[in-house]
């Protein structure tokens, strides 16, 4: 079976809350689409807006592997030649192959919302596609409210689609435009359009049920052979079918050859390239792709997929791109921490015993609030101190914070009269270091004193950037004697490393962070 | 058809990287399902660990009007005694009336994981159905990979569940433990399974593949009658299946009546709830839930909503406890302004000019960190202090804070040698107050501090206690001077309100939300 891959990341996609892309942003999201095999995708309404209108502008310069453009836009508005209609004259200035022609298939939109006749809706949508294929472009027809408008009006439902297809369109997409339709219904409904329209049919489906790439499958076998979706199910409300979880199961639970394996195994890439272009962090749960799809936090699964890869996971990850992670928590069994240690290296040097003594350290630990998840330098550190023979590259001995407003606290949150200074005495073998240092705030004032304090006795620290800082409550409920634990992100150019420190006093929690993050890395370096 | 609804939020969904729960968090969990009309609450594994036990210890104590406690727990070990084994002497100890047995389907598991033999593993799922029988509990077999097990070997995992049910298991739950099965698979495996044993059966998905809704609702057309799965899709990996898409599917969607329309009425409040508890933020486009899920940005949707409500929206969103929202320019932020103003009885006192000026000063206050969404007070007190002729009842002059640590901070974060110790000077009339707190961190010491001071002029300031206290990084990417947001929750034993402060340095923040607290209290007393 040949199944056409169809992305409206740029058009449907955009519609997100939050999302706002650039022509330029549009540029890099289609090429990335082209590396993955995509076969088509739709670039936006041309004439809409300025960015849209740069961007067909610029993409007619650049050619493509696998992607041909479409333009989107509605049929001719009602009780005008389809000649006179500014958006179909747009439309083919954008000189793109294809162009997608979004129709009303449902009788209360026809009648409520576009409030015209039944009869010309018809002839709006018959006008519109032969205009468009005289002047040979291939057209996509996508029947709005396809699927609410059959099930509430068959008869116009279906003639609507068929209206279309006499008209000559290419493809015939069925569209579950409010996204609640059940799978069964899905697949029901494609089945019989497909015995009374002899055009090939697509399928569009929104996640408000939460069903959006199950249904896709289901149109899929039941005859539909264009899918379209957006990159990481971006789209309005609750967004639209993922396609790059459509993708990955028509490859691989499928056996559907839409793309190649090479360019199945960009799939993780590709979803964390888009991301970063429309600043939204990545979802570490999202299905093939997420950084967690494949994390084992469970002392049985971790045990289980040390003895058998494949027994908790449905796919061998790097099919994917995506590669297997086995977390260490309270959960944990002994299996989880070996894995680690073998990792790390000091699988020999850690007794079967002490390894027990690890597992119980890591529950207290957590039962304090600290939390290795996400903290893998931490616990490297708290494996080797508990090592024979560890030396420490540095010793706190103590330190002291102030934090001091000399004036009233002006309520629009300027600082100028906040004072933040910390005093640390640090030992580094016999020597006793001393210092003091400002910042602003109290945790980035003890950050420069520590830093201020080690640079004479490690001058490589130098190097050592924090990239971020988060601040979590862990007991909520409480008042401000809550306990807080603090995720440290550090890097030296090179590597990246996460450290935690945890308790009711935030200062004594980033100090922990804090100073396993230097430490971290000078032993690293030795 | 009836349905049972079965949670395992406590138990797979706590195996979700990042979550790590009290048995405070369990119990308040559990309340809240209850609420929520789920019949079933898996608690966790009895004595596995101490959060574990305390809760079980606990839960007894409780009664519920809906919910029964299930404790979960595998068949007995290989080799022994069903009596001498120390997991299911646990979960008889945990005295709920339903255990809940998970055991093996596959071959490949029970060769290669478990490294036993075919025969003892049905001995294994016999021997522990039926001793626990005996013991008068209702006994949910997971049968673990079963459709894997199927695909791959179907006498097998059949002869494996027949076994569970000629033991007397209660339910036969069909489990697609790695997540990767296709809907129609599902379905015609269970469809199979149930003309071949007459034990009534469950289905437990996890999202791997992106369909673990659609795939429950497959199994529930397809004979099952119990669903499991967790609040918010919480799990390890990609998730479990999403306990509050499938209610509400089957509620609305399917005409199952298996909640009140009360209780689904409540699900987006339930949602949010155990997201605040397990400390995650919510997800804004998940199903039926999120704050984006009946969301229109501008355009054409949002006008043809406003002509009719249904258009574009696939239920009415305040079934599930949610309402519509239409994502509108800056220019409408007036009349959120003018709604607010309204609500707290101070529309009169407030020019047209000065709420124009108050909108500014709310998009800078913005841009800085604040967030006044969950911070009624504090934007009560912007209104208060734009008034003419607004006293405030304290005024800060200033304040200082100290956090020492005299020896090393123990690496396992006791905190005997920590002192926080805060100063403030405070007027109140012509009154200067000058006074000193220790606490047991730095803002605990300001808090203490600050009601010291007051408490003379104020003693009404002794009812009000806070009750919660959250910190988020606003700008995460920073090192650590980044921004962040307090929010203080207060209450007077009436009433409660919150209050927020933001800043880079957490000691403004946070002094900046308590005083806005006790400044509120004080002007709503008068």
Known sequence: MEIQLYDTTLRDGAQQEGISLSAEDKLKITRRLDELGVHYVEGGWPGSNPKDVEYFQRIKALSFSNVRISAFGSTRRTGIRVEDDGNI???LAAETPDVTLVGKSSDLHVLRVLETTLEENLAMIADSVS???????????DAEHFFDGFKANAEYALQSVKVAAEAGADCLVLCDTNGGVLTAEIADIVSLVGREVKTSLGIHCHSDADMAVAN???????GATQVQGTVNGYGERCGNANLLSIIANLKVKMGIPCVTDEQLAGLTEASHYVSEIVNIPPNGQQPYV????????????AAAVAKVEGSYQHIDPETVGNAKRVVISELSGRGNIQHRLNELGLADKVSREQVVNLLDKLKVQESKGFQYEGAEASFDLMVRRGIEGYKPPFDMVDFMVLVENHRRVPTNGDQEDMLSEAVVKVRVG???MHTAAEGNGPVNALDNALRKALLGSYPSLDQVKLLDYKVRVVDQ?????????VLIESTDGKAQWQTVGSSSNIIEASWMALADSLEYFLIRQE
Do not use: E, I, P
């Open 89 to 91: 004259q747009a439309r």
């Open 290 to 301: 997420g950084v967690s799809s494949f994390s084992h936090k469970g002392g049985l699964h």
């Open 216 to 222: 896709t499958l289901a149109a899929v076998m039941a």
């Open 131 to 141: 205009f468009l294929k005289k002047q040979g472009r291939t057209v996509f027809y």
């Open 477 to 485: 409920g409480q008042d401000t004697r809550a306990v807080v634990r």
């Open 430 to 432: 016999s020597q006793l």
